[in-house]
C-alpha cells in the first residue's frame, strides 16, 4: 500500500506564509508527477500546482508568483511553500502522487487525507 500524509496547515493571518509537505511512504518504486489540490467550501476541487518528477512546476493563475512547488525525490516528499497568503487560499488542501509501486508497470494515483489551511484575521 502506499500513503501520503500531509502536514503544515494551519491559521495564519493575511499576508503570511505556510510551508506544505506531502510525504509519501509505502510499496514505492517511484513517483512521477506529484500535484496539490485543493478545494474551499461550496467549491470544487481545484488543481493549484504540479511538479513532474525531474522538477518541472504549473501553477494555476490564482498562485502564480505566490506559491512555489518543490520536491525531494529520496525522500518521496513533495513541499508547498505558500507566501502573501489571502482569504481565497482558506481551503483543504490535498496532495496527490501518481506512483508506480514495486513489482508493477502500472502507475496508480494516490490521494491524501487533505489539510485544512485558513488564512483569517
Known amino acids: 500500500q502506499v500513503q501520503l500524509v500531509e502536514s503544515g496547515g494551519g491559521l495564519v493571518q493575511p499576508g503570511g506564509s505556510l510551508r506544505l509537505s506531502c510525504a509519501a511512504s509505502?510499496?514505492?518504486?517511484?513517483?512521477?508527477?506529484m500535484d496539490w489540490y485543493r478545494q474551499a467550501p461550496g467549491k470544487q476541487r481545484e488543481l493549484v500546482a504540479s511538479i513532474t518528477r525531474g522538477g518541472d512546476t504549473n501553477y494555476s493563475d490564482s498562485v502564480k508568483g505566490r506559491f512555489t512547488l518543490s520536491r525531494d525525490n529520496a525522500k518521496n516528499t513533495g513541499y508547498l511553500q505558500m507566501n502573501s497568503l489571502n482569504a481565497e487560499d482558506t481551503a483543504v488542501y490535498y496532495c496527490r502522487a501518481i506512483v508506480r509501486r514495486m513489482g508493477s508497470s502500472y502507475e496508480y494515483i494516490h490521494w491524501g487525507q487533505g489539510i485544512q489551511v485558513t488564512v483569517s484575521s
Open positions: 509505502g510499496n514505492i518504486f517511484s513517483i512521477n508527477a
